[in-house]
C-alpha cells in the first residue's frame, strides 16, 4: 500500500502495450477512489507507428499522427520523464525529467513493464552513425527532411557522381516496416522530382537490401513474391540474400564486397532489449523479460511484462506472441483486467490471442494482406490498411486530420517543406547573473564548464549541513569535470558572486573528447589533481 | 547578358517581398524564353510569419503556414542556399548549399535583394544564449515544445519556487509581434493547465516587458490602452517603461535591478540588418539598402532593393516605407514589373502605397485595428484579423489546413504534444570506408578531425595537376585545422587506406574550444607546426 493507504500502479512505457494498460486501468478506476494509475514516458504523446512510413513520405503531417498521453489516457497521472531504475525491494522506481538533472522517486503497488524495444546498430560499423533509423516521430520527421535535402543539395551540385549519390536511397531490412518504407519514399520521390529539374534529369535509384531470400517472411511466399514484383515495377531494386558490412557518410558496402553510395542509407533492422530491463532482476531472455500467459513475472510480486519489452506465451499458436501492434493493445487491456482483479483478490485471466492477419502497403494503392486465414493483394489490400489502421487510429482529431491529409493528398501536390527545426546557432555559451547556481550538489552532472568572466564560489555543506564556501572559481577555471568522468552527482554547487559567462560541453561531447585527445585527458586529469589539492571538486 | 544570350534575373531571399517578386516575375516571364528567373533561400518554403504566434500557441500546426517555394514561385529556377557573397564586378553571386562544403557562383543581369533582417541580441548580456526569439519557423516549433517541456518539468518538479519558476513566460517587447505572443502564449497556458494538475495548483505568471510607456506605438492611444486593459484583465502581467539588462538560464534582471525569475524568456525584440550587406558596396544605413522610390540601388547597375533590407522613400506619407509585409508584398510586384520594364528600355514605375492599417490580436476573440482610418477594436478587430490573415494566406493548401485547425480548435482541446525532433543521440563519430574521401581539396572546411583507426592518405597536387600522397594518418593524428582556424578552402583531400573511424567536432564548437581553452590552442598550433614541417597540411 501506497501513502494513504492507496494502491498505486505504475505503467512504464508510452507505446501500444502501456498506453492501452492506462487507458483501461484509467477507465476502470475512474470511480475507485483506493487506486492511483501513474504513467511514466519519455514522449508526453503516443505516436501511431504504422503510419510513420507515411509521414516520411510526406502523405501525412508529423503531427497528424500524435496524441498527447495527458488527453488519451483519463484518470491517470502523467509523468513526462525517463526511467532511471527499478527497485523490487523497496518498491520504488527512480525517474528524471528531461532537464536530466534531479532524480525523483516513485512508490509503487503493482508495476507494469511496457518499456518496447530500442535500436542497437553496434554490430555494423559506422551503422549507427550513418544510417537513419525509423522507429520514433523524430526519426520520421529528420528521415523526412533528410530524404528532401539530398533532393535540393542534387538540385544544386554540378558534379554528376556527386548527385547520383544524393539521389540514391538504401534502405536496410525487408520486413513490414523497411517494406513499407521503401515503397512509400519511392513514390514520394517518383511525384516530387517534376519540382528538381536537374535532379530528375539524374533520376533518383530506391534500393532494398534483406538478408534471406524473399522479403516480408511473416507472410507466405505467394504474397511475398507478388509485393517483390509490385516493388520492382515501381522501379524499387531488390537486393536480396545480402548484409550490411559496413555504412559511410558516402554509402555502404555489402557483405559480397558491393559498395552502393548513396546520400540517404535507412536502417529498419537491429531491435536490442531496453537498457534497463538487463539491470532488474527480473526472469528474461535476451533482454526481454519472461512472463507467465497471465502477463505477471514470476518470482517478484507485483511485477507485470507485456508488448515488445516481454517473452508472453502464445497460448493459442505455441511459442511466444511476436512483438505486434495488435498483440500490445491486446495485453495491455488484459494486463489492466488483470491487475484490478488481483487488487481484488480475484482470479486473474491468460491472455489467449491468436491474432487476426499482417499486413503492407507496398507502392501506390497497392498491398498484401494475409487477414483471417486469407490472402489479399492490390488495390483491395490497400484499401484495407487504410480501413483497419483508421479505425485503430486513436482520438477523432488524429482521425479527422489523417482523413484530410488522405483526401488533399488525392488534389494537392506533396508537401515537399523541408522543416529545419534545428536552431540556428547553439552557443556553447552561457550567462548567469550574481546569485544564480550554475550547478547543484545533489543534481546529476550531465555538462562541464569553462569560466570566461566573472567569479563564482565553490559550496559545500560543513559539519551542521550549512553551506560554506571552500573555493573561488575565476576566468579560466573550469568545472564539473568529475561528476562527468566519474558518472556520480554533483559533491558542490557554484553560485555566482558577479554575472559570470561559461563556456559549457554536453556530457556526451566531452565524453568524446576526453576519450580521444589524450593531451586534453592528461590536461584534464592535471586539472583535477591541483584542484582537488587546492580544494575539494565542484 | 547571362550565357546563351538570356538575361538572368536572381531574387536574393524567400521572405514576403522576395516571393512575391519572384511569383510576379515568374508569371510575367512564362512565355518569355529569353529571361530566366532565379531565386535563392536558405529554406525551401515560405512562412507565413502572422501567424507563428498561433503556432506557438498549438493553434495551427506548424507544417499549415508553410508553402513549399518550388510549388509556390512557378517558372522559377530555385536554388535551397546560402548566399556568401555578392560581387558586382563580375555580376556574380557565391552559394553555398546545406551541407556547406562546395561554393557555387550564379551570374545575374538583374539583382534584386530581399534579404530582410537578422537577430541581433549581442547588446544584452546572456539574451542570445537563454531568450527565445519568434522570427523562423524553427523557433516558433522550438518555442511551443520549450513552454510545453517547462509545463511538464512542473509537473513532476517537488520544489515549489522552481515549479513556480518553470511557469513563469516573459516576453521582452510590446509591438505587434511580443503583444500577440504573449496573449497567445497566455490563452494557450491557461487551455491546457487542466491537464498539469500539479502546475495548476502553483498557477503561470505571464508577463510583458516594453521599454516604452505604452504598447503597440504603431496604433493610437485609445486603442493601446485597450489593449494594455485586455491583457491585464487576462492575467498577463505588464511591465512597462522598462529594459532588461541581463538574461540568463534561470530568468532576466531589468534596468532598475528588478530579477524575474522565468523558465521561458522570449524576445521579439532585436532585428539587425543581414549581415552580407555590410560587405557590399551598395550605399546603405544603419546595415540597411538605400534604394531609390523605384526600388532601385543607386550607382551599381542592375541592382534593384526591397523588403526590410531596404530603405524605401515613402512616396505617400515621407519618411521610408516601414518593414512590414504589407509593404513588401507590394514592393515585391512592383520590383518585378520594374525589372522587366528596364530589361525591355521602358521608364519603370515609383512604388506609390500608403498602408492599409494595421491589426493585432490580444487575447481570446479580441482584437485592435486601425483600418483605412477606422479604429475598431474587440470581436469585430478580432474576426477582421481572420479574414484578411486568411485572404492573405498563400496556396489553397494551406487555406484548407488553417481553417480546419481554427474549426478543430473550437472543438477539441489543445494538441499539447512536444515534439522534441532532435536526434537521440548525436554522435561526433563518423566511419569511413576504404577509398572514401573525407575532405576534398577546395571544399570549405566546416569540421576538424581525430582519426581514431584505420590510415589514410593526404594528396595534393603536383606540378602535373596529379594527385599524390603526401602523408600518411594514423590513429592519434589530427587534420582539418587549418581550414577552420584560417577560413579558407581545404588545400589538400585525404582518402581512406582502410575503413577509418574518426571523431569529428563543428566549426563552431571547435572555435569555443579553440578560443577558450588556452592548452588546447597550444596543443593545435604545436599540431599545426609539427605537421607544417613534416609534410603540407591537410
Same mark, same amino acid.
Given at each position: 500500500?501506497?501513502?494513504?493507504?492507496?494502491?498505486? =500502479?505504475?505503467?512504464?512505457?508510452?507505446?501500444?502495450?502501456?498506453?492501452?494498460?492506462?487507458?483501461?486501468?484509467?477507465?476502470?478506476?475512474?470511480?475507485?477512489?483506493?487506486?492511483?494509475?501513474?504513467?511514466?514516458?519519455?514522449?508526453?504523446?503516443?505516436?501511431?507507428?504504422?503510419?510513420?512510413?507515411?509521414?516520411?513520405?510526406?502523405?501525412?503531417?508529423?503531427?497528424?499522427?500524435?496524441?498527447?498521453?495527458?488527453?488519451?489516457?483519463?484518470?491517470?497521472?502523467?509523468?513526462?520523464?525517463?526511467?532511471?531504475?527499478?527497485?523490487?525491494?523497496?518498491?520504488?522506481?527512480?525517474?528524471?525529467?528531461?532537464?536530466?538533472?534531479?532524480?525523483?522517486?516513485?512508490?509503487?503497488?503493482?508495476?507494469?513493464?511496457?518499456?518496447?524495444?530500442?535500436?542497437?546498430?553496434?554490430?555494423?560499423?559506422?551503422?549507427?552513425?550513418?544510417?537513419?533509423?525509423?522507429?520514433?516521430?523524430?526519426?520520421?520527421?529528420?528521415?523526412?527532411?533528410?530524404?528532401?535535402?539530398?533532393?535540393?543539395?542534387?538540385?544544386?551540385?554540378?558534379?554528376?557522381?556527386?548527385?547520383?549519390?544524393?539521389?540514391?536511397?538504401?534502405?536496410?531490412?525487408?520486413?513490414?516496416?523497411?517494406?513499407?518504407?521503401?515503397?512509400? =519514399?519511392?513514390?514520394?520521390?517518383?511525384?516530387?522530382?517534376?519540382?528538381?529539374?536537374?535532379?530528375?534529369?539524374?533520376?533518383?535509384?530506391?534500393?532494398?537490401?534483406?538478408?534471406?531470400?524473399?522479403?516480408?517472411?511473416?507472410?507466405?511466399?505467394?504474397?511475398?513474391?507478388?509485393?517483390?514484383?509490385?516493388?520492382?515495377?515501381?522501379?524499387?531494386?531488390?537486393?536480396?540474400?545480402?548484409?550490411?558490412?559496413?555504412?559511410?557518410?558516402?554509402?555502404?558496402?555489402?557483405?559480397?564486397?558491393?559498395?552502393?553510395?548513396?546520400?540517404?542509407?535507412?536502417?529498419?533492422?537491429?531491435?536490442?532489449?531496453?537498457?534497463?530491463?538487463?539491470?532488474?532482476?527480473?526472469?528474461?531472455?535476451?533482454?526481454?523479460?519472461?512472463?507467465?500467459?497471465?502477463?505477471?513475472?514470476?518470482?517478484?510480486?507485483?511485477?507485470?511484462?507485456?508488448?515488445?519489452?516481454?517473452?508472453?506465451?502464445?497460448?493459442?499458436?505455441?511459442?511466444?506472441?511476436?512483438?505486434?501492434?495488435?498483440?500490445?493493445?491486446?495485453?495491455?487491456?488484459?494486463?489492466?483486467?488483470?491487475?484490478?482483479?488481483?487488487?481484488?483478490?480475484?482470479?486473474?485471466?491468460?491472455?489467449?490471442?491468436?491474432?487476426?492477419?499482417?499486413?503492407?502497403?507496398?507502392?501506390?494503392?497497392?498491398?498484401?494482406?494475409?487477414?483471417?486465414?486469407?490472402?489479399?493483394?492490390?488495390?483491395?489490400?490497400?484499401?484495407?490498411?487504410?480501413?483497419?489502421?483508421?479505425?485503430?487510429?486513436?482520438?477523432?482529431?488524429?482521425?479527422?486530420?489523417?482523413?484530410?491529409?488522405?483526401?488533399?493528398?488525392?488534389?494537392?501536390?506533396?508537401?515537399?517543406?523541408?522543416?529545419?527545426?534545428?536552431?540556428?546557432?547553439?552557443?556553447?555559451?552561457?550567462?548567469?547573473?550574481?546569485?544564480?547556481?550554475? =550547478?547543484?550538489?545533489?543534481?546529476?552532472?550531465?555538462?562541464?564548464?569553462?569560466?570566461?568572466?566573472?567569479?563564482?564560489?565553490?559550496?559545500?555543506?560543513?559539519?551542521?549541513?550549512?553551506?560554506?564556501?571552500?573555493?573561488?572559481?575565476?576566468?579560466?577555471?573550469?568545472?564539473?569535470?568529475?561528476?562527468?568522468?566519474?558518472?556520480?552527482?554533483?559533491?558542490?554547487?557554484?553560485?555566482?558572486?558577479?554575472?559570470?559567462?561559461?563556456?559549457?560541453?554536453?556530457?556526451?561531447?566531452?565524453?568524446?573528447?576526453?576519450?580521444?585527445?589524450?593531451?586534453?585527458?592528461?590536461?584534464?586529469?592535471?586539472?583535477?589533481?591541483?584542484?582537488?589539492?587546492?580544494?575539494?571538486?565542484?
Amino acid at each position: 500500500m501506497g501513502e494513504n493507504g492507496l494502491v498505486r =500502479i505504475v505503467i512504464l512505457g508510452g507505446g501500444f502495450a502501456g498506453i492501452s494498460a492506462a487507458m483501461e486501468l484509467g477507465r476502470r478506476t475512474r470511480r475507485n477512489r483506493g487506486i492511483e494509475v501513474h504513467l511514466v514516458s519519455e514522449e508526453n504523446y503516443f505516436v501511431f507507428q504504422p503510419m510513420l512510413p507515411e509521414v516520411v513520405a510526406c502523405r501525412i503531417e508529423p503531427t497528424h499522427i500524435l496524441n498527447p498521453i495527458r488527453q488519451l489516457c483519463k484518470h491517470v497521472q502523467f509523468h513526462c520523464a525517463t526511467v532511471e531504475s527499478i527497485d523490487t525491494e523497496s518498491r520504488e522506481i527512480r525517474i528524471v525529467g528531461r532537464d536530466k538533472r534531479r532524480v525523483q522517486t516513485l512508490g509503487y503497488d503493482h508495476l507494469v513493464v511496457a518499456l518496447g524495444l530500442t535500436m542497437d546498430l553496434s554490430r555494423i560499423p559506422g551503422m549507427a552513425e550513418h544510417s537513419l533509423p525509423i522507429k520514433t516521430l523524430g526519426d520520421a520527421f529528420h528521415l523526412r527532411n533528410h530524404v528532401l535535402s539530398m533532393l535540393e543539395e542534387a538540385d544544386i551540385e554540378p558534379d554528376e557522381c556527386l548527385r547520383r549519390q544524393a539521389l540514391t536511397v538504401v534502405t536496410v531490412g525487408g520486413g513490414f516496416s523497411g517494406v513499407e518504407t521503401v515503397a512509400e =519514399i519511392n513514390d514520394m520521390i517518383k511525384a516530387v522530382l517534376r519540382y528538381y529539374p536537374k535532379a530528375r534529369a539524374t533520376g533518383a535509384r530506391i534500393v532494398l537490401i534483406h538478408s534471406r531470400d524473399r522479403i516480408l517472411n511473416e507472410l507466405g511466399e505467394g504474397l511475398a513474391r507478388f509485393a517483390e514484383q509490385k516493388l520492382r515495377d515501381r522501379g524499387v531494386e531488390l537486393i536480396l540474400e545480402s548484409r550490411v558490412k559496413e555504412a559511410s557518410p558516402t554509402g555502404i558496402v555489402l557483405n559480397d564486397g558491393r559498395t552502393i553510395q548513396a546520400g540517404t542509407v535507412i536502417c529498419t533492422v537491429g531491435n536490442g532489449p531496453h537498457p534497463l530491463i538487463a539491470k532488474t532482476g527480473f526472469p528474461q531472455e535476451r533482454g526481454r523479460i519472461l512472463a507467465d500467459e497471465h502477463l505477471r513475472v514470476g518470482g517478484v510480486e507485483g511485477i507485470w511484462a507485456l508488448g515488445d519489452a516481454a517473452m508472453i506465451p502464445d497460448v493459442r499458436r505455441g511459442g511466444y506472441c511476436p512483438p505486434t501492434a495488435q498483440y500490445a493493445m491486446r495485453q495491455g487491456k488484459q494486463c489492466a483486467r488483470n491487475v484490478l482483479a488481483a487488487i481484488a483478490g480475484k482470479p486473474t485471466q491468460p491472455f489467449a490471442f491468436g491474432g487476426l492477419g499482417q499486413l503492407a502497403v507496398v507502392g501506390h494503392r497497392c498491398g498484401v494482406a494475409h487477414i483471417l486465414g486469407v490472402n489479399v493483394a492490390g488495390l483491395l489490400a490497400w484499401w484495407l490498411w487504410r480501413s483497419v489502421y483508421f479505425m485503430k487510429l486513436p482520438g477523432l482529431r488524429s482521425k479527422i486530420r489523417v482523413g484530410i491529409d488522405w483526401a488533399l493528398d488525392m488534389v494537392f501536390p506533396r508537401d515537399i517543406t523541408k522543416l529545419d527545426v534545428e536552431r540556428t546557432r547553439r552557443v556553447p555559451r552561457a550567462h548567469f547573473r550574481e546569485g544564480d547556481m550554475i =550547478i547543484r550538489r545533489g543534481e546529476i552532472g550531465d555538462r562541464f564548464y569553462i569560466m570566461e568572466t566573472g567569479e563564482a564560489e565553490v559550496l559545500q555543506p560543513d559539519a551542521a549541513g550549512e553551506d560554506r564556501r571552500v573555493a573561488t572559481l575565476t576566468a579560466g577555471d573550469s568545472f564539473g569535470e568529475i561528476a562527468l568522468l566519474n558518472d556520480t552527482l554533483r559533491t558542490a554547487s557554484v553560485r555566482c558572486l558577479t554575472p559570470v559567462d561559461v563556456i559549457s560541453f554536453a556530457r556526451s561531447d566531452f565524453q568524446a573528447l576526453v576519450g580521444s585527445y589524450d593531451i586534453l585527458r592528461i590536461k584534464v586529469s592535471d586539472d583535477l589533481a591541483r584542484r582537488t589539492a587546492r580544494d575539494p571538486d565542484a
